[in-house]
């Protein structure tokens, strides 16, 4: 049969059916994903939910949803973003279903403790979290027990399965292992098992490379993993050097897990080859991707004629920094001017919403970092070095964009009057922290002549800063600032001593200041409607507050009725300068909620405002570049275009975002100065004259004291028996150990020690007691 001359190949007319039916394909294949029926995410919950669904795989769910071969990648794209967001769950067999479907399940993120024990804390703002009907205020966190963490790592979100609400069986037969760790009372503990990983926050573990008989495994220097860890394979690292490795098999903690070497970090005694394994464990990044670092190439290093447009000119005034002396990112500044009815303060913040732009490459990757993260020896910047240590940042005697917040106080110290500008500076002076508190006290020490001009403008603002800080604590706000112990290292990264900062006037200069701007511009964008990020910090659960009561009264105070803030207030002026103040404070910080990011205003507990946000650090953390745009409409003189701030819902989910990433940073930071701190004890305990140290005891237990060292806010243990001869005998309602001649140990009581021992894999510091 012969062809007919239309349908032979190469005619107009078989090129015009092919390109019908391609047309076709593409119309059909577009209206199964965004068709009238909503797009694909929501046919797959829309079949999820329908009454008798059973668990069904990829290729099930493709064919009851009748999809075309070429949607098929994208189901499996969608049921990945689905399972990760914790709205699915993947079963036995791959078979998906709702989470809602699973019972008594929990979302949230665990972290392990000593021993392989963890605390789960679920994330409060999960709606299938809220419809469990589980107080999630009272169960803030969940014990989970070593063998009931699954196949998590420290930092993974998980789904936990609750088995009980009550405590433990073990419970009121295990005093030492609660106080061990830090559990609370009976009538909160509510204890899990995890039941499935929902997403890892890295999957990388950090070990030791060994070769035993032509067998080459890792051996995980996080205890709550087995003790081995088989590899694919090898290459390129040696025997006893560090390694990081990444998981790729892993279902039961019966069964040794297996990975692949991500890096070799190097010798263990190499330099920054420990901070190196944090950075990678905890899933941080050091480099900028090449799209971000181009774009942040192509931003001019000067201020342009341009950007001046618009701004209210301050170049001639006198605006400062005050700043750590090691900063290198300077984002915030300051200027005052006495007049008769009280001041005008001027904050000065740089503009980074004019150089980062929504949708940019430097946007996304700032959203993804959420802050930045300073460790022990490096500095992991949200922002590339060109804008963090370069346009952007305040440095003195340069031409910067600021966005800034002038404000009007009364004698008083109350705000009269507020206003929002677009400015340009060009900073006087860069003072660091210690130069501004000598100026305050009136010492001539200072180097630089010129700067002593200066130093009259300095006491005027402490005179404002005072009166904001004496009306904030009469609002109820607590005093929970802490000294600041900075490791030292040497050129090598190896600890050569300690440097502590005390948290004096010059801090609470700039404290004070930066408060009252995050505070006036939360309070304009709240009262304009606008979108935004807030920074939240709930009242504390009573239990938690009961039990913190418990502790001040075993330290000899009568804290009364802490639900009540002046109680708190007034116990923590009581133990103001005691031995035992970090205790308390520690011990009432435990008791508190964590702050967090929302979007919307739900007041702040430890400062006592109402309305707070962060806006004073664009440079390091993302929520203030959000609240700069938002408050952009608001400002003096508005721009023509201005940056498009993200919808509501887009700030709850970056609020839950960065609230995440601000943990993880955390987290990071207190390992790596921890890690160090560590070491230099190890290090200074092989001495000829090793250091020693005031300490007080603030613990009593069978196996001996816990000791916290007041110089260098570091807590360990004195041995029993290790403790000078003598016939010590424990007496635990009094809280003391006392011999028959009179001598005691007693809580609260200090002591001097020296460093015995350090046990570096497990992070714990043995102490001796010096003298008799």
Known sequence: MSIPSWARPGSDATQFLWAFRIAARASTIQSLVMGEG????????????????????????????????????????????????????????????????????LSGILRFQSKGAAWFYPDPRDPANLASGIDLE???????????????????????????????????HAKHKRASLELPGAEDQASGRVERILQRRSGVVVGTLMERKGFVYVQPADESLPPTIELENAEGGKSGQMVAVRLLEWDSRQVTPRGEIAEVLGWPDEPGVDIRGIILRHGLHEEFPGEVEEEAGEIPSSVLPEGLEGR???????????????????????????????????????????????????????????????????????????????????????????????MRFDGKGKMTQVRFEKAVIRSKFRLTYEEAQNMLEGKRDVDDPSRRGIAGTLRECWKLAKLLRQRRFVQGALDLEFPEIRVELDESGRPAGYRREDYNESHQLIEEF???????????????????????????????????????????????????????????????????????????????????YREEPLGHYGLSKTDYCHFTSPIRRY??????????????????????????????????????????????????????????????????????????????????????????????????????????????????????????????????????????????????????
Request: proline share 5%.
């Open 514 to 596: 930066m408060l009252a701007a995050n505070e006036a511009v939360a309070r304009a964008v709240k009262n304009a409607g606008r979108p935004g990020i807030y920074r939240m910090h709930e009242e504390p659960d009573h239990d938690k507050l009961f039990e913190f009561a418990e502790l001040a009264r075993a330290h000899g105070y009568e804290p009364g009725d802490l639900v009540n803030k002046k109680h708190i207030q007034s116990l923590l002026r009581e133990c103001r300068g005691q031995p035992e103040e970090h205790a308390i404070k520690v011990g009432l910080l435990k008791s508190l909620k964590r702050a967090s």
């Open 312 to 406: 209210a000119d301050w170049r001639e005034e006198l605006v400062i920094t005050i700043d750590p002396a090691d900063a290198r990112d300077f984002d915030d500044a300051i200027w005052l001017r006495e007049h008769e009815q009280g001041w005008e303060l001027a904050v000065h913040i740089a503009d980074v919403a004019h150089y980062v732009k929504p949708g940019t490459a430097l946007d996304r990757e700032a959203r993804e970092r959420g802050n930045s993260t300073y460790l022990v020896d490096r500095v992991l910047p949200m922002l590339p070095e060109a804008l963090s240590n370069g346009i952007c940042s305040l440095v003195p005697g340069e031409d910067r964009l600021t966005c800034c917040v002038v």
């Open 623 to 772: 929520a203030d570049l959000i609240m700069h745009r938002a408050l952009e409409p608001l400002l003096e003189s508005p721009p023509t275009h201005p940056s498009r701030a993200p919808a509501q819902v887009q700030c709850a989910e970056i609020s839950n975002h960065i609230s995440t990433t601000e943990r993880t940073s955390a987290s990071a930071e207190t390992e790596s100065h921890r890690l160090k701190m560590l070491e230099w004890l190890h290090l200074s305990a092989h001495d000829a004259n090793p250091p020693v140290f005031e300490a007080v005891i603030t613990d009593v237990r069978r196996i001996g004291l816990m000791v916290e060292a007041l110089e260098i806010l570091q807590r360990g243990l004195v041995k029993r028996d290790e403790f000078p001869a003598g016939d010590w005998r424990l007496e635990s309602h009094r809280m003391r150990y006392a011999t028959m001649q009179g001598a005691e140990l007693t809580l609260g009581q200090v002591v001097v020690v020296r460093v015995a021992r350090v046990n570096m894999e497990r992070q714990l510091v043995d102490f001796l007691l010096v003298g008799e």
């Open 38 to 105: 909503g797009g694909l995410r929501e046919k797959v919950l829309e079949l999820m939910r329908r009454p008798g669904y059973r668990p069904r795989n990829k290729g099930e769910l493709a064919r009851d949803l009748e999809l075309h071969s070429d949607l098929r990648v994208d189901l499996r794209t969608e049921l990945a973003v689905l399972e990760r967001e914790g709205v699915i769950v993947r079963g036995k067999k791959s078979r998906y279903r709702l989470r809602e479907q699973e019972g008594n399940l």
């Open 138 to 172: 009272r169960f803030s966190r969940i014990y989970v027990g070593a063998r009931k963490t699954s196949v998590a790592l420290d930092g993974d979100q998980v789904a936990l399965r609750i088995e009980r609400l009550g405590p433990p069986v073990w419970w009121k």
